[in-house]
């Protein structure tokens, strides 16, 4: 499923050169972005970065101060919130609580003069697409937290609207169940064949839940792609940095030619060498992204001469059950972290404090970043 490789295919949302400005400040920047129909399709990015307010315009409670934003090709700009095909699920729930939970559901039925038997069979569909079907009686306070959360989910989903828009759902949750109800959340959005928009700062539950991110900063976008392809091949030390756990390793760019590079780090005495397909100009700065989980670590330094290699003392090692996170402390002070799991059979005795170790990865394991 990626329709967004399609160039003929038409975005359920589409952003087109969109500003936001508050007074002075600006918002949102500029910003062109498509959403395809059937996407769970997250935004994220720190504090302030103008998710929120990009959600805000597709449901109506923000309008662009230039450009356009599109809902299945149609302009929205003056579309009052009510009368767009999508709906808003706020992090604090806001469910009635005099109203029982089957009396919430039905409340934007009833508003929108849905005739009862309809709304009935439509509550009772709810209801058992969030695995509440003997909870309709209750009332919010008799519920735990992630119940709670479904009867909010099943009250945005009930008038079926194009997409839904989910603003940091989760976060009243604890890690636990949050967890699960990611997995909830994108199989109820596979099973229903909708377009799914939400916003978090957390990186691990856009990565869970999305087909697609966009990483966002000061209002504009600096990646767009699926989360394997963020992590893999971030385009920024930004973007590397906040989508999970990364050495940024300093270098210049010695000899660039084909898509084998030459580098030089102030942090190595061996050659550093990267494939990739990044262009980079001979003798300009440029940055390593490695992930700790690809660098090798040993007690015996290997043959002079070989190219990616750093040379430390373990400063650190932080065991998490599954695996153990060794951080190398180099002459000039920086640290590099290696990740192994600790299934891994060590060849030589277990590499512990102190220790004099040299890390190590292949060419191609390494991201070249020239920004
Ligand atoms: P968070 O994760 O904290 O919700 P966000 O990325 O969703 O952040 P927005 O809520 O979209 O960020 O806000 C983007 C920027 O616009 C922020 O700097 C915020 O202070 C500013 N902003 C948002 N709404 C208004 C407003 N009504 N008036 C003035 N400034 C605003």
Redesign the pocket.
């Known amino acids: 499923f990626s329709p967004w490789t399609d160039p003929d295919a038409v975005p359920l949302i589409r952003f087109e050169n969109v500003t ?1 400005k ?2 002075d ?1 600006t ?2 920047d500029n910003l062109t972005l498509n959403i395809y129909e059937r996407e769970f399709f997250a ?1 994220l ?12 315009m597709v449901a109506g409670f ?1 309008e662009p101060t230039s450009g356009k934003v599109l809902l299945a090709g149609k302009d929205l700009v003056g579309v009052p919130p009510y009368r767009r095909a999508v709906n808003m699920m706020f992090q604090s729930y806001a469910l009635f609580p005099h109203m029982s939970v089957a009396d919430n559901i039905a409340f934007g039925l009833k508003q929108a003069n849905m005739p009862k038997a309809e709304r009935d069979e439509r509550v009772k569909e709810m209801l058992k697409l969030v695995k509440l079907d003997k909870f309709g009686g209750r009332k919010p306070h008799q519920l735990s937290g992630g119940q709670r959360q479904r009867v909010a989910l099943a009250r945005s989903l009930a008038l079926k609207p194009k997409v839904l828009l989910l ?2 759902p989760l976060g009243a949750l604890d890690k636990k169940l949050r967890e699960e109800t990611q997995f909830e959340l994108t199989d109820l959005q596979v099973t229903l064949g909708m377009t799914f928009l939400i ?1 978090t ?1 957390d990186q691990e539950e856009a990565m869970t839940v999305a087909d697609r991110i966009a990483v ?1 900063d000061h ?1 504009k976008i600096i990646q767009v792609a699926t989360p394997g392809e963020i992590y893999e091949q971030p385009v920024s030390r930004y973007v590397a940095d906040f989508i999970g756990d990364v050495n940024i390793i300093p270098a210049k760019v010695e000899t660039a030619g084909g898509n084998a590079i030459k580098l030089k780090s102030p942090w190595s005495e061996s050659p550093i060498e990267v494939s990739t397909n990044v262009s980079a100009a001979n003798g300009s700065d440029a940055w390593l992204a490695l992930r700790p989980e690809k660098v090798g670590i040993s007690l015996q330094p290997p043959a002079p001469g070989t190219a990616n290699v750093l040379a430390g003392e373990v400063w650190d090692i932080g065991y998490l059950g599954d695996l153990s996170i060794y951080r190398v402390k180099l002459p000039s002070g920086d640290i590099v972290k290696a990740q192994i799991a600790n299934s891994t059979r060590l060849v030589e005795r277990p590499i512990t404090w102190e220790d004099k170790v040299w890390l190590s990865w292949a060419p191609e394991q390494a991201v070249l970043l020239t920004s």
């Open positions: 936001k508050y007074g400040f918002a949102i935004l990015g720190p504090s302030g970065c103008g998710k929120t307010t990009l959600m805000r923000e603003d940091e916003v700062h966002m209002g």
